[in-house]
């Protein structure tokens, strides 16, 4: 008889966007006449930039030329995308990262996911709460998490880390020293980011405890303030202690194309083991590569026409941000995020919960939204809203929302 791995039956419920898809198409079914305006999966909805369909052309006629067909690719990914990484986004940051330490995969969720095979199943987790699911469920599937209690929405073996308006959405130094830290900055959900200062006590706090920090850094290109570092190899000591993911998905419009990269320095040492040889094996044992026209794609984002037109969607989608930012402020709730990340974190009315809020929101304005809940203990009373809409349907949906009778004081 197969014996299923009990580790992912402990996942608790159904998945969180599962969940909102089936009250939505429920939602839909009963009232066809209405206009369903969606602010809650963080997917674009712009247009890939004409510079990176520009290169696709081109590289699917490469292939099709005598001679030029590209099978596997490298484990690393391919050379030319990795020198433009490191000589584009770390080198005139003042990163001492080399394109030998890149790690060209098909998504930042893959390798955030899978990043944890190469720890210890007994390493003990740090996260901060909210949390991306991601981070949770991959150490759930690793037998790493311990037992889930229903009632404080908590796994027994994880080290939660309270962010809330409360502490300002700062992650405090756990009293139990953990083995692996995940950060995201700017933070999903809450939109909210850390200085250079902060963060600096996090890589200390790792060098001196020997935890390895696994730093997701998806938004950096919506940083907006100079204060708040775009990698974490801006901060003296990284090199030795943190791992970092990025992704093609929001700065360049991927989440339907697929690539991204990590980053694992060769002086991040634990054991006596180069964290960067174990990563480079799971790597080319599991992964095949990221196909040869999405990699030759994504270096049109570091072409001068390329950069040029992603900071327009960027701007395209902070201005979204903006208009859902000072619209709810208007009304009179109270919001984070927005400034440095294309996500609005909302305080819920008093007496809700946070699908409380989800239903009414979809009842009363038809408008789509991410339960806070839904990203560990401590999102219970909040609500996420996403800028990746149209323009003309974020100002409607906001427009929606301030004539919401459960949103009006």
């Known amino acids: ?46 247009p890939i930039a004409p510079a990176i369909i520009e290169e696709l052309h081109g590289a699917v006629d490469e292939m099709g ?8 690719a490298p484990d690393l990914g391919y050379g030319f995308l990795r020198e433009l ?9 003042g990163c001492e990262i080399t394109a030998d330490e890149i790690f060209v995969s098909d998504g930042a969720k893959s390798d955030c996911g899978n990043i944890q095979e190469i720890f210890d199943q007994n390493c003990k987790i740090a996260v901060c709460d909210p949390v991306y699911p991601v981070y949770v469920d991959s150490n759930v599937m690793a037998g790493r998490t311990g037992e889930y209690d229903e009632t404080t929405g908590k796994w027994s073996n994880v080290i ?10 700062i992650p405090e130094l756990p009293e139990e020293t953990p083995d692996l830290i995940y950060l995201c900055v700017p933070n999903n959900p809450t939109g909210t980011t850390l200085t250079r200062d902060q963060l600096k006590v996090w890589v200390d706090y790792a060098n001196e405890t020997g935890a390895v920090i696994l730093y997701d850094a998806a938004y950096e290109s919506y940083i907006a303030q100079d204060d708040v570092p775009h990698s974490i190899y801006e901060i003296e000591g990284a090199n030795t202690c943190a791992i970092e993911f990025r ?3 929001k700065n360049a419009g991927f989440t339907g194309v697929r690539l991204g990269f990590t980053v694992i320095p060769k002086s991040l040492v634990r054991g006596g083991v180069m964290l960067h040889s174990l990563w480079a094996r799971r790597h080319g044992t599991k992964f095949n590569g990221a196909p040869y026209i999405i990699q030759k794609a994504g270096t049109a984002v570091y072409s001068k026409e390329g950069k040029a037109q992603l900071k327009e969607q ?27 990340a294309p996500y609005i974190w909302l305080r819920v009315p008093e007496g809700m919960t946070s699908w409380d809020f989800f239903d009414r929101l979809l009842e009363e304005a038809s408008v789509v939204g991410t339960p806070g809940s839904g990203f560990g203990p401590s999102g219970e009373g909040y609500f996420r809203l996403t800028a990746f809409g149209t323009y003309e349907n974020t100002v409607e949906a906001i427009e929606r929302m301030k004539k919401m009778p459960s949103l009006i004081k």
């Open 247 to 249: 992704s093609f998905s």
């Open 85 to 93: 990484i490191a000589s584009e986004d770390y080198i005139p940051r």
């Open 160 to 169: 939660y880390m309270p962010c809330t308006a409360e502490n300002h959405f």
């Open 65 to 72: 030329e005598a001679g030029t067909f590209h099978g596997y």
């Open 314 to 340: 960027v701007a395209y989608y902070m201005r979204n941000a903006k208009v859902i930012y000072d619209g709810l402020k208007e009304a009179g709730c109270e919001v984070y995020g927005g400034v440095n």
């Open 1 to 46: 008889m197969v014996k299923i791995n009990e580790n992912y039956l402990k996942l608790p419920g159904s998945y969180l966007f599962s969940t909102i898809a089936k009250k939505v198409s429920a939602y839909i079914e009963a009232n066809p006449d209405k206009k369903v305006i969606r602010l809650g999966i963080g997917d674009v909805t712009q």
